[in-house]
């Protein structure tokens, strides 16, 4: 069966430091990868996805970056956090043709002070 | 552009009550597919359904039923005899192929908070 994990659980952070932010998947090969941001009290935001490595499109013009340096792996990066990077950061997996439901990650909840 | 509309933010309802989650679309697609999510406290959205748009046969799993009429574009939940354990924020979400055409995309609803209460 497919798994989706996602590390740190939670974290905070002073603004102006990096960030990193890692999705792996097990079980499926050449997933479609999604992340995604939650405001608190608000609904999905999609920022980046992603249908194969190397392959990166962003939705949502920010300072946040994307990068999926191998089949199963998705890292959402950050030079340098602003305020309102503040959220919860899920990741979501897809099998890569159709419209097939989205499976998601555990989440990282996000604090920058 | 998609565009899904869960007007309600907020349903208190006491325990073993019925209660439908509402949930409206617009797209310009003929092929889409329907999806409700729940998240729970912890924060991990589980999914609960899948309906594209050409079975508008409602369907029923326990106590989950969900309503799906084209001609309103409408897609509502219904959670018969509700527990304390439904508490959790819907979901509503719509899909829409990617630029490429390999995968989709999911426009969610601003969700719905369930609160039962004991």
């Known amino acids: 069966s497919q798994t989706i994990h996602q590390w740190p659980a939670t974290l905070v952070q002073p603004v102006g430091s990096p960030l990193s932010l890692e999705c792996t998947v097990e079980?499926?090969?050449?997933?479609?990868l999604y992340w995604y941001r939650q405001a608190a009290g608000r609904g999905l935001q999609l920022l980046f996805y992603?249908?194969?490595?190397?392959?990166i499109s962003s939705e949502v013009p920010q300072n946040l970056s994307a990068s999926r340096p191998q089949d199963r792996q998705f890292i959402l990066s950050s030079k340098k956090l602003l305020l309102s990077d503040s959220g919860f950061y899920l990741c979501a997996w897809s099998l890569g043709q159709g419209y097939n439901e989205q499976f998601f990650g555990p989440g990282t909840r996000l604090t920058v002070l | 552009a998609q565009k899904v509309t869960q007007a309600q933010t907020e349903i208190s309802v006491v325990e073993k009550e019925d209660v439908t989650l509402d949930c409206v679309y617009e797209t310009r697609d003929t092929t889409y597919y329907l999806f409700w999510y729940k998240q729970p406290p912890s924060g991990e959205l589980v999914f609960l359904i899948r309906r594209n748009s050409f079975d508008e046969q409602n369907e029923i799993s326990g106590r989950y039923s969900w309503n799906f009429q084209k001609s309103t574009s409408s897609f509502n939940f219904t959670i018969t005899a509700s527990q304390v354990v439904d508490s959790a924020v819907y979901f509503c979400a719509l899909s829409e192929t990617l630029n490429n055409n390999a995968g989709n995309m999911l426009t969610f609803g601003g969700g719905t908070r369930l609160m039962v209460k004991p």
């Open positions: 992603s249908v194969g490595i190397g392959q």
């Open positions: 079980g499926t090969s050449n997933p479609n």
